[in-house]
Nanobody
Framework: QVQFVASGGGSVQPGGSLRLSCAAS????????VGWFRQAPGLEREFVGG????????SYAGSVKGRFTIPRDNVKNTVYLQMNSLKTEDTAVYYC??????????????????WGQGTQVTVSS
């Protein structure tokens, strides 16, 4: 059974850090590019960042660039979203997603096949 399970959400004060995890089971992340998305109440889901299969290519939304990174551990079959210097506007439900990629150096902004269940991040003082 293919699963992509997200964890690590919670509440944090502005300026704080959180690390989200997405663990894959039933498929090998070696073959997949991964993306992170978020959706705040009343807003459309938006792209946060993406990483290639190899981990060598990444892309981030302008609103998070320099604050968020996407480490991935293909041995553990897990991808992370490291969030630093969090702001109140980062409050949202965060989703991880994966799509197969023949190009090990390519990241994607859309077209994902497998999605995690979402984890809530709340940034508030």
């Amino acid at each position: 059974q293919v699963q992509f399970v997200a964890s690590g959400g919670g509440s944090v004060q502005p300026g704080g850090s959180l690390r989200l995890s997405c663990a894959a089971s039933g498929f090998s992340l070696d073959d997949y590019a991964v993306g992170w998305f978020r959706q705040a109440p009343g807003l459309e889901r938006e792209f946060v960042g993406g990483i290639s299969r190899s981990g060598g290519s990444t892309s981030y939304a302008g609103s998070v660039k320099g604050r968020f990174t996407i480490p991935r551990d293909n041995v553990k079959n897990t991808v992370y979203l490291q969030m630093n210097s969090l702001k109140t506007e980062d409050t949202a439900v965060y989703y991880c997603a994966a799509r197969p990629s023949a190009d090990s150096h390519r990241y994607y902004l859309s077209g994902y096949d497998y999605w995690g269940q979402g984890t809530q991040v709340t940034v508030s003082s």
